[in-house]
């Protein structure tokens, strides 16, 4: 036994301890992995032969590995009934990466603002700000139907686009000010004294040193546009602007649903948010903790 | 001369603070603009609509009827087992999603081999839509083919049918572990990169003067993250309404809006039923319980802070 000082009372050897560490370590993985497990089951199903979808008993482990539900998908063979996946696609992407880069611009503007400039009423605006962040999607979505019936943008892209940009905008400025205000404003004041502006302190000094955060806030923007379905199953009607999300209802029918296309299609969606995260899982930890790191 | 000197500074320092809030308008304005355009000026409009008994089907007879939406509303049954659905579901998910958040990370943080892997590994569900994960839960919870039944066929031998998004409270369970299954890696992360960033001291110290196990995570681990707990949980309280993704895939808010919530009623009201008067009306209840909740939430979070400290 150990007491709490780790001296050992009743002598316990080194391997034995090592045992038990190895045990513990395999239970948390065992626990991990059961939020994996659905990852696998979807490239799974997506893979398996259809006739083992929805097979009773259960299949587990596909007999065999095939990508033709994929290539269906990507319209190796085209057929009358044929998800347009391209169009799905091209305005996922679209609305994704442009509300993106709208967001960020004026985000990461108005998070220098709030976190250097002392103003009337900052403080209000900003937890307004966050207030209109809490909306739920299906709130937003009703005005914005009527409003862009008349005004031409329903069930086109650059509806969703300044929709996407609006609902990221408030996170993204709270990210941006949390990262401006732990950046010493003296380098910024030290800049000024030699010569720049304010303007120029920003672009010059601030913003590259604010690097991490944009990343941080700009997986997030493009996530939360990227899988966005409330307002889009609202807003948008036809492959015109459907977005992957809602193109997914596509495999629904009445009674039934193509679990393995959809499923196909889901491992493709996934693709882009595995990129981000894996690829700047560091930073993205770090610019969403860069506060609270003293 | 130095008089001279200091009139010059200070025309200087008034200039640029000038300048400043030029600046610091020309830099807020745009975001404000966007969010007051696209969000603010048409939930105002959405009030406007609120008050009156517009119908989707038949837009030309909208007339103007006080507050007679909310008043129906609050008469109606539906709308009142939403309301406590939302309720009792909320207050489970935020705080089951919490303490398991925090211990799982306490666990992964003690894991001496494959840190990397499992983190990686857990923050799966991160990357699905709720969309998604709404559509994978209600097939591994049918009744037929899921994958919960199948399991516990191969596990007892014995096969049953139980029809899980079908009775209530059994689908709202289906649901909530839908979304504790989506939300509690993003915990995690933020709770073990909390972790890791704690001192090694106090915990060496405290050990020396024989504080047990709990006594140094109640004392020592949870006042150091708690920066990290308020990160994780002003992230999660903006995010309350993405359990509608799952709820309108899973159930669609039936049998008999037995599983409805002020989220998928809403979206019955105006899209469905074509009562966008009412639909509107409840889409203002439905902000009205985020504010709550939200405003709940952080007070609940101070205080907790406090009694840390």
């Known amino acids: 036994m150990l007491d709490r000082q780790g001296i050992n009372i009743r002598p ?37 032969p259809e006739v083992e979808v929805n097979a009773r008993p259960p299949v ?19 057929t009358e009934k044929s998800i347009p996946f391209y169009s799905y696609l091209k305005n996922s992407l679209l609305t994704s990466i442009f509300s993106t880069f709208l967001a960020l611009v004026t985000g990461t503007f108005a998070g220098y603002s709030f976190a250097r400039f002392r103003f009337k009423g900052g403080n209000q605006l900003f937890i307004g700000m966050m207030l209109v962040r809490s909306i739920p999607g299906i709130s937003v979505s009703l005005p914005l139907f009527v409003i862009f019936a008349r005004t031409g943008l329903l069930d086109r892209i650059s509806g969703l686009i300044l929709v996407y940009t609006a609902m990221t905008i408030p996170f993204t400025t709270w990210l941006m000010q949390g990262f401006f205000k732990d950046i010493p404003s003296t380098l910024d004041e030290a800049a000024q004294i030699d010569g720049c502006s304010r303007w120029q302190a920003f672009l010059r ?74 690829l700047t899982q560091k930073q993205l930890i770090k610019g969403l ?6 | 001369m130095n008089q001279e000197m200091n009139l010059r500074l200070k025309k200087d320092l008034k200039k640029s603070s000038k300048n400043d809030r030029y600046l610091s308008w020309f830099m807020i304005i745009p975001a404000l603009a966007v969010v007051a355009v696209l969000i603010v000026v048409p939930m105002i409009y959405s009030f406007s609509l609120s008050l009156t008994n517009m119908n989707l089907l038949k ?36 705080n089951v999603e919490f303490i398991l958040g925090l211990f799982i990370a306490q666990l992964m943080f003690k894991v001496t081999r494959g840190q990397g892997v499992i983190r990686t590994a857990i923050m799966a569900p991160m990357m699905f839509a709720p969309v998604l994960v709404g559509f994978q839960f209600k097939w591994f919870f049918n009744d037929q083919v899921g994958l919960v039944n199948n399991l516990l066929y191969s596990l007892t031998g014995d096969y049953q049918i139980i029809p899980w998004l079908i009775h209530y409270p059994m689908n ?17 992360i933020i709770f073990l990169a909390g972790l890791v960033s704690l001192p090694t001291e ?22 150091l993250i708690s920066p990290f707990i308020y990160i994780a949980m002003v992230i999660r309280s903006l995010d309350l309404g993405r359990a509608y993704d799952l709820v309108r895939i899973m159930t669609g808010g039936g049998p008999a809006n037995r599983s409805e919530m002020i989220w998928t009623y809403t979206h019955r009201l105006a899209i469905t039923n074509n009562r ?13 319980v985020s504010f709550a909740f939200v405003i709940y939430l952080f007070r609940q979070l101070s205080k907790s802070l406090q009694e840390v400290y």
């Open chain 1, 12 to 48: 316990v050897s080194k391997r034995q301890r090592k045992i038990k560490q190895e045990f513990y370590n395999l239970l948390v993985y065992f626990l991990v992995l059961i939020f994996f497990l659905p990852v696998l089951w979807i490239i799974m199903t997506a893979m398996r």
């Open chain 1, 289 to 294: 903790t860069f506060g609270a790191i003293k």
């Open chain 2, 276 to 288: 966008f008067g009412m639909g509107t009306a409840m889409s203002f209840i439905t902000v009205a």
């Open chain 1, 205 to 278: 000094i601030d913003l590259p040193l604010a690097l991490p955060g944009l990343a941080a806030s700009g997986i997030f923007a493009f996530l939360t546009s990227w899988n966005e379905f409330q307002i889009a199953s609202v807003i948008t009607r036809t492959p015109l602007s459907k977005t992957f999300p809602v193109g997914l209802y596509d495999f629904t029918q009445e009674f039934t649903i193509d679990w393995r296309g959809m499923c196909a299609m889901s491992v493709i969606m996934l693709i882009p948010a595995i990129f981000f995260v894996l």
């Open chain 2, 172 to 188: 709202l369970l289906a649901i909530l572990i839908a979304e504790i299954w989506m939300s509690t890696p993003f915990m995690v």
């Open chain 2, 202 to 223: 106090p915990f060496e110290a405290a050990s020396v003067d024989g504080a047990s196990g709990w006594q140094q995570f109640r004392y020592i681990t949870l006042p």
């Open chain 1, 60 to 78: 587990y482990i596909p007999s065999r590995l095939s990508i033709e539900t994929f290539a269906q998908l990507l319209g190796a063979s085209h």
């Open chain 2, 59 to 94: 837009p030309a007879s909208t007339q103007f009827i006080g507050f007679r939406n909310y008043i129906r509303l609050f008469q109606d049954e539906i709308f009142w087992r939403a309301f406590w659905n939302t309720i009792l579901f909320m207050t489970l998910a935020v």
